[in-house]
């Protein structure tokens, strides 16, 4: 089992910045791939961004040369940091981890932009 916690959500004005967090915990040697997703009100779940074991990185195009993925593995973190944000990457933002045919998710950090 994996255990995943999200931190650093918060409320930022529209143009600032914020990094948001995953920590993981159990067999965390299973995942091959961490992924932050959104979800907005009434929308789907989407994909941000991911990164693979070997640091492989992708993006969804509304977010490429805004925010940057990146991983800590001596501290078995993953970060998110998000610059220029917009009122349109307001979400519940959540950290997946996947690997060995199984799926993990967080519960989700909020994150507002205010224009």
């Known amino acids: 089992q994996v255990q995943l916690r999200e931190s650093g959500g918060g409320l930022v004005q529209a143009g600032g910045s914020l990094r948001v967090s995953c920590a993981a915990s159990?067999?965390?040697?299973?995942?091959?791939?961490m992924g932050w997703y959104r979800q907005a009100p009434g929308k789907q779940r989407e994909l941000v961004a991911s990164?693979?074991?070997?640091?492989?990185?992708n993006y969804a195009d509304s977010v490429k040369g805004r925010f940057t993925i990146s991983r800590d593995n001596a501290k078995n973190t993953v970060y998110l940091q998000m610059n220029s944000l917009k009122p349109e990457d307001t979400a519940v933002y959540y950290c997946?981890?996947?690997?060995?045919?199984?799926?993990?998710w967080g519960q989700g950090t909020q994150v507002t932009v205010s224009s």
């Open positions: 997946r981890g996947i690997g060995l045919g199984r799926s993990y």
């Open positions: 159990g067999s965390i040697a299973s995942i091959n791939v």
């Open positions: 990164i693979t074991s070997g640091g492989s990185t």
